[in-house]
């Protein structure tokens, strides 16, 4: 792309993190915001600045074009109690979770979607995350394993995005790009839409109907989770200005939105749900 072969591309920008650590903030932080404090970040509190600034370097521009709202943690053989289960424990997860699971003795595996299925059902991998219940049952994990942990903790929100030749995006007329960025916000909004009735339905299938056992992580499990996803944010912050000048980025707004959401989003369910 940025020799301009190919002018766009779709895709999520954490595959990009072997080139900066910052990109990771552009898809999804573990522990991180839910859609509607990522859409305010990324369009209202500068986070779609720092994007395009964190990709100048390389010659591109990007922007938000969907999302599939709160993933799974995964599908496991075997029930998760505590966190020595996870000890020794193959299991395909990429990204900045690998990382964590890894500090806890996880033996990390990445595998493309495709062997997903085949590795879990011979036994080559023990446990393995993929997208949520819609997506996970078309590559038929539930054939493979039959405890499916819901917390979500390590993609609250999963932004997929256009990316742009910036020499290209450059050349468009001012109506242009903006047809382009409005429509790659209405995919953003559409798609989350869609996987909400989407993963509703297949969730309700899987648990009626496949024999699936879905439930949270234990709370000892994701206190662990949530200590060692502090460390390896902190280590990757320390190391780059522009990581950490993102990373303060998002964490300012998460505060902001977290005290919000606690008395608007949070404060509504209760009383709805009683």
């Known amino acids: 792309m940025r020799a301009g072969t190919v002018e766009m591309n779709h895709a999520n920008a954490y595959f990009w993190t072997g080139k900066t650590a910052a990109a990771q903030y552009f898809t999804a932080v573990p522990f991180g915001m839910n859609f509607q404090g990522m859409n305010g970040w990324l369009y209202d509190g500068g986070g779609i600045d720092l994007w395009n600034e964190v990709y100048a370097p390389f010659g591109m521009v990007a922007m938000p074009c969907g999302n599939t709202g709160v993933q799974m943690t995964g599908w496991f053989k075997k029930e998760i109690k505590t966190v020595a289960d996870l000890k020794g424990l193959k299991m395909r997860i990429p990204g900045l979770a690998g990382k964590v699971y890894a500090n806890l003795g996880v033996d990390v595996k990445v595998l493309p979607g495709g062997e997903i299925f085949p590795a879990l059902e011979r036994g080559v991998i023990d446990a393995a995350e993929f997208v949520g219940p819609f997506q996970d049952r078309r590559l038929g994990l539930h054939k493979a394993a039959k405890f499916y942990y819901t917390t979500g903790w390590h ?94 980025s998002y964490m300012a707004f998460k505060a902001k939105y977290d005290r919000w959401s606690e008395i608007s989003e949070e404060a509504y369910h209760v009383t709805v749900r009683g």
Do not use: F, Y
């Open 155 to 248: 993609e609250s929100s999963t932004v997929s995005e256009l990316l742009i030749n910036k020499a290209a995006w450059n050349k468009l007329p001012k109506d242009l790009q903006a047809i382009v960025s409005n429509a790659a916000a209405a995919c953003n909004v559409i798609s989350e839409g869609w996987c909400q009735k989407a993963n509703s339905e297949a969730m309700e299938d899987l648990i009626k109907n496949q024999g699936v056992t879905a439930r949270p992580l234990p709370d000892d499990v994701i206190k662990a989770l949530k200590a060692e996803t502090d460390k390896v944010l902190a280590e990757a912050a320390s190391k780059d200005p522009l990581t950490k000048k993102v990373h303060d």
